[in-house]
T-cell receptor
Framework: DTGVSQDPRHKITKRGQNVTFRCDPISEHNRLYWYRQTLGQGPEFLTYFQNEAQLEKSRLLSDRFSAERPKGSFSTLEIQRTEQGDSAMYLC?????????????FGQGTRLTVV | AQSVAQPEDQVNVAEGNPLTVKCTYSVSGNPYLFWYVQYPNRGLQFLLKYITGDNLVKGSYGFEAEFNKSQTSFHLKKPSALVSDSALYFCAVRASGGSYIPTFGRGTSLIVHP
């Protein structure tokens, strides 16, 4: 069990460009979450997958954001036409299929800077 | 809707002294409660959880937390603080019968002075 892996760890992009982040959850975890964290704030929920199905999306998630989890394994989060306000740490987490009360395990995060 | 309040942005404590980081929550139904720790430029690490049963929960690195249903609180405690405990601490809640998505507080910065 190698934990939740996120790639890249850091991304600097120019405003208006598209970026894509990848998350590899703990193997056999069927639940996957994306959160965004800005300085001085706690993680804010973005979206949630159970297997390959995207079951919930935050109202914070604008149309420029899209997430996928093909085949219920890794997930990608894409931001189109990035804005400076998108600068944040993007966190991925996963939790187990066994039982309803298991905790989420987080990756190291991808820090996005939009210049 | 579920929410978490961490009323202190920062807690300062001397090494060797007991520490408490406060958390109160709001949720429909029974809560599942969690504490996480975050070191600079890192993801969140799970510390402990309350699901049911004994109100005093023990977790990693000597931390424990006490669930108080009447006060809707889940304060994090440690009998003797270490300088290495200095980090950001986040409390999270989700409803037992609701979605699987935890809601996090804003975090509390714990500073342990030598």
């Amino acid at each position: 069990d190698t934990g939740v892996s996120q790639d890249p760890r850091h991304k600097i992009t120019k405003r208006g460009q598209n970026v894509t982040f990848r998350c590899d959850p703990i193997s056999e975890h069927n639940r996957l979450y994306w959160y965004r964290q800005t300085l001085g704030q706690g993680p804010e929920f973005l979206t949630y997958f159970q297997n390959e199905a995207q079951l919930e999306k935050s109202r914070l998630l604008s149309d420029r954001f899209s997430a996928e989890r093909p085949k219920g394994s890794f997930s990608t989060l894409e931001i189109q036409r990035t804005e400076q306000g998108d600068s944040a740490m993007y966190l991925c987490a996963s939790s187990s299929r066994t039982g309803p009360n298991t905790e989420a395990f987080f990756g190291q995060g991808t820090r996005l800077t939009v210049v | 809707a579920q929410s978490v309040a961490q009323p202190e942005d920062q807690v300062n404590v001397a090494e060797g002294n007991p520490l408490t980081v406060k958390c109160t929550y709001s949720v429909s139904g029974n809560p599942y409660l969690f504490w996480y720790v975050q070191y600079p430029n890192r993801g969140l690490q799970f510390l402990l959880k309350y699901i049911t049963g004994d109100n005093l929960v023990k977790g990693s690195y000597g931390f424990e937390a006490e669930f108080n249903k009447s006060q809707t609180s889940f304060h994090l405690k440690k009998p003797s603080a270490l300088v290495s405990d200095s980090a950001l601490y986040f409390c999270a809640v989700r409803a037992s019968g609701g979605s699987y998505i935890p809601t996090f507080g804003r975090g509390t910065s714990l500073i342990v002075h030598p």
